[in-house]
């Protein structure tokens, strides 16, 4: 059974960077095309971005287009999420997802058929 499970969120100071950790175990994480989804309190679970198999293609929201960056590399079985520039909107619970389906990259929440737990991220003004 695979698992997925985040790490590095953190408090932080607007305009501060921080990187995300997305580690898969039990399966190789080439299988699978992985995506970055948020969590703000009260309200709906949002994309941010998502990756190819290969890291070759990737997608993001309006939100994260310039400021966050995806990238994964597959020999360590692990996924990133580079963000700058961050703001007090950006805090969230960040969660990986990931989808053994072959239907590519998407921004579509049920695509996704496996998730982790969530890391915290919270950005003070």
């Known amino acids: 059974q695979v698992q997925f499970v985040e790490s590095g969120g953190k408090l932080l100071q607007a305009g501060g960077s921080l990187r995300l950790s997305c580690a898969a175990s039990?399966?190789?994480?080439?299988?699978?095309?992985m995506a970055w989804f948020r969590q703000a309190q009260g309200k709906e679970r949002e994309f941010v971005g998502a990756i190819s198999r290969s890291g070759g293609s990737t997608i993001y929201a309006d939100s994260a287009k310039g400021r966050f960056t995806i990238s994964r590399d597959n020999a360590k079985n692990t996924m990133y999420l580079q963000m700058n520039s961050l703001k007090p909107e950006d805090t969230a619970v960040y969660y990986c997802?990931?989808?053994?389906?072959?239907?590519?990259?998407?921004?579509?929440?049920?695509?996704?058929?496996?998730w982790g737990e969530g890391t915290q991220v919270t950005v003070s003004s």
């Open positions: 997802a990931a989808s053994d389906r072959m239907t590519g990259i998407s921004d579509i929440i049920g695509r996704y058929n496996y």
């Open positions: 039990g399966r190789t994480l080439s299988l699978y095309d």
